[in-house]
C-alpha cells in the first residue's frame, strides 16, 4: 500500500491539467484520503521496514515519522484548499488563476514523497530540487512584487544550498565506491550504512558538514535562512503551511540521513554540528521575532525556533530525539493552524500588516480566537502537544549542560514572549472613536469564509490538544523505534 504515497500524487498532477479546478477540489480530497489511508497502513499497522521499485525506495522507522506527517497534514490542507479556492472566487478571483494550483500543488507533494522514501541519496537530491522548482511558482502565485521577490530570493538562495548538498553526495560517493564500484549501489543509504565502519572518517565528516550547511538552507538554519520569512509570507496560506509543517522536516530528514552515516563511521563529534546550527537558528529567529511587522513573515520566523529547536535535540541525544522525533508531528498540526487561522485574516482583510488591521477579535471573532490558541500551542504551553515535546528537548538540553540549557531557555521564553504579544496586538488593535455596532464590529465571518476555512483549523487545534493527553501506540511504538534508529 505505501506505493500509493507515491503514485497517487503522479496520477493527480497529470489529471489536473484537464480537470477544472472545481471539479480538482473534490479530486483533491479523495487522493489525500487514500493516501493518508496507505500511510496509515504502511507505517502503524505493518512493520516500517521494506524496500520497494527495484530497491530505490525504502521505508524505515525515521521516514515513516515524516511521512505520517505530511500525509495528515496535507489531508487537512486539501479540505481547507476545496473552502480556500470557493472563498476566493467569491471575492473576486477568477478561476483562471487558480488553473495550475493543483499541478504545482501535487507536484510538490509529489517530490516530498520521493525525497522522504528515496533509498538512493541522488533520488533524495532529485526530489529536494523538485520541491523548489514546484514551490517556486506557488510562491508567486500572487504575481505582486513583492512575490516574485520572494519567489527569486528562495530559488537563488535554495538552489545554490541544494548545489552544496549535491556536492556532498559527490563526495560521499567517493569513498563509498571503493566498496560498491562506480555503480548505483555506491548511492544506497542501506548499502552505505553496511559499510559505515570501513569507510574514510575524513570523507564522511567533509560529506555531512556540507549536506548540513547546503540542506540546512532548505531547512532555513541560520545564516542561511533569509530566504524563509519571505517565501513563506508571500506564498498562498494552504502552501505555506506545508512549506512550514512538513517541507523544512523533509529537508531535515536528508541531513539525518548523513548523521546517521557519520555515526556508522565512527565521527560522534558530528553533533556538535546539530547543536551549533540547532542554537544559532533559535538564538536568531527570538532575536528577530519583535522587529516584525507582517504576521506571516511572524509566524514564519517561529518555524526557524521550532527547526532550530528539532535539530538541537537531535544533536543532544537521549530523551531530547524522542522530543524532537515527536516535536516534528506537533509542529506541524499547530503551525498548519497557525497559517491557515491567518490565512482566514488575509483573505477577508487582504492586509498583511499587523498594524493596520484593526477590530480583528470582532471582525473575526472565531478565526481570532484560533489564531490565539495555535500561537500558545507553539510556543510549548499546555495543554496542546507541543508541551510534552518541548519539555523532553529542555529535559535533554539540562542534562547536557545546565548553563546551556538556561541560555536556550532564555530565548525561547523571548520567543514566547514575541509571538503572544504580536498576536495579542493583531487581536486587539482598534480604530479611534469607533463605536458598538459599527459596520466593521457587526461583521459576520461566516459570511465571507467557505466553512471548511473554519472547521479545518479548529480540527488541528483540538487534534493538538488531544495528542497531549493520548497518543496511538503504534505511533509510540513507531517513534521510539526512530530513536533506536537514531
Not at 522536516?249 to 547543536?275: H, M, V
Not at 546550527?277 to 536568531?284: K, M, N, P, Q
Amino acid at each position: 500500500m505505501i506505493e500509493l504515497a507515491l503514485a497517487v500524487p503522479a496520477l493527480i498532477l497529470l489529471l489536473s491539467l484537464f480537470a477544472g479546478v472545481i471539479y480538482m477540489s473534490y479530486i483533491q480530497i479523495a487522493a489525500s484520503v487514500i493516501v493518508f489511508a496507505a500511510v496509515i497502513d504502511g507505517v502503524l499497522f505493518v512493520k516500517p521496514d521494506k524496500i520497494f521499485l527495484g530497491g530505490y525506495f525504502f521505508i524505515d522507522s525515521l521516514n515513516a515519522v515524516v511521512l505520517f506527517t505530511v500525509s495528515l497534514l496535507e489531508l487537512f490542507i486539501a479540505f481547507y484548499s476545496f473552502g480556500y479556492i470557493r472563498t476566493e472566487i467569491k471575492h473576486g478571483l477568477s478561476k483562471r488563476k487558480f488553473k495550475y494550483y493543483f499541478f504545482w500543488k501535487n507536484l510538490f507533494i509529489l517530490s516530498m514523497m520521493v525525497s522522504i522514501l528515496a533509498n538512493n541519496l541522488g533520488i533524495f537530491w532529485v526530489g529536494i530540487e523538485g520541491t523548489t522548482l514546484a514551490t517556486a511558482l506557488l510562491v508567486s502565485f500572487n504575481r505582486t512584487k513583492e512575490a516574485y521577490e520572494a519567489t527569486w530570493k528562495y530559488v537563488l538562495m535554495c538552489s545554490a544550498g541544494i548545489a552544496i548538498g549535491l556536492f556532498a553526495i559527490v563526495i560521499l560517493y567517493f569513498t563509498t565506491s571503493d566498496f560498491y564500484g562506480q555503480s548505483i549501489k555506491a548511492l544506497s543509504f542501506l548499502n552505505i550504512i553496511k559499510v559505515g565502519g570501513k569507510l574514510d572518517k575524513n570523507f564522511v565528516l567533509l560529506a555531512f558538514i556540507l549536506a548540513l550547511t547546503g540542506f540546512g538552507t532548505k531547512v532555513g538554519f541560520a545564516p542561511m535562512h533569509n530566504w524563509l520569512p519571505d517565501a513563506h509570507s508571500q506564498a498562498p496560506s494552504p502552501i505555506s503551511a506545508m512549506l512550514s509543517g512538513v517541507l523544512l522536516n523533509t529537508a531535515l530528514l536528508g541531513i539525518l540521513r548523513f548523521y546517521q552515516i557519520a555515526l556508522s563511521a565512527g565521527i560522534y563529534s558530528a553533533k556538535y554540528f546539530f547543536i551549533g546550527f540547532g542554537f544559532l537558528t533559535i538564538a536568531i529567529s527570538a532575536l528577530s521575532i519583535f522587529k516584525q511587522k507582517d504576521y506571516k513573515r511572524l509566524f514564519a520566523y517561529s518555524s526557524m525556533e521550532n527547526m532550530g529547536l528539532i535539530t538541537l535535540g537531535f544533536g543532544i541525544g537521549g530523551i531530547a530525539v524522542m522530543g524532537s522525533l515527536l516535536q516534528i508531528l506537533f509542529h506541524a498540526l499547530n503551525k498548519g493552524a497557525i497559517f491557515l487561522s491567518s490565512g482566514n485574516v488575509l483573505a477577508v482583510t487582504h492586509e498583511r500588516k499587523i498594524d493596520k488591521i484593526k477590530n480583528l477579535s470582532k471582525m473575526m471573532p472565531v478565526t481570532s480566537f484560533m489564531l490565539l490558541l495555535a500561537v500558545i500551542g507553539i510556543t510549548g504551553t499546555p495543554p496542546f502537544a507541543i508541551f510534552l515535546s518541548e519539555l523532553l528537548i529542555i529535559i535533554g538540553m539540562f542534562s547536557f549542560n545546565v548553563i546551556f540549557g538556561f541560555i536556550v531557555l532564555f530565548f525561547l521564553i523571548l520567543m514566547f514572549a514575541g509571538l503572544l504579544s504580536k498576536t495579542l496586538l493583531l487581536r486587539g488593535n482598534s480604530n479611534d472613536g469607533e463605536k458598538d455596532g459599527s459596520p466593521i464590529i457587526g461583521f459576520i465571518e461566516g459570511k465571507s469564509l467557505h466553512p471548511f476555512l473554519l472547521y479545518v483549523p479548529a480540527l488541528l487545534i483540538a487534534i493538538s490538544v488531544i495528542f497531549l493527553f493520548y497518543l496511538p501506540e503504534p505511533f509510540l511504538l513507531l517513534v521510539k523505534s526512530a530513536v533506536r534508529e537514531l
